[in-house]
């Protein structure tokens, strides 16, 4: 995730609702309903894949959302389900 936006980049907007975060592109003030309320951009990502980018998946399971720079249709023995990409980030080299 990029703390300062970059050309092409977007805000990875981060809202608390149900007992747990959930980090979207959207930037409405609620989700849901109103069940997710907005807490603001946590950094930028990119909306489509550039060179250098791989994919940040979301799963939902166990009552909350999990992001993971894996794909698996099921991860953690199938406790959670694979729901798409969020957006595309740099992976950090260790």
């Not at 250098?52 to 959302?65: K, Q």
């Not at 894996?70 to 023995?77: F, H, I, V």
Request: zero cysteines; hydrophobic letters at 25%; proline letters at 6%.
């Amino acid at each position: 995730m990029l703390a300062k936006q970059q050309n092409g980049s977007v805000p990875l907007n981060r809202y608390w609702g149900d007992g747990e975060h959930y980090y979207t592109l959207d930037s409405t003030p609620t989700l849901l309903n109103g069940k997710y309320k907005l807490e603001g951009v946590v950094g930028y990502i990119y909306r489509n894949q550039v060179p250098g980018t791989v994919p940040l998946y979301v799963y939902w399971g166990n009552g909350e959302h999990h992001y993971d720079l894996q794909y698996a249709p099921k991860l953690w023995y199938g406790q959670y389900k694979y729901e798409g990409i969020t957006g595309y980030v740099y992976p950090i080299n260790d």
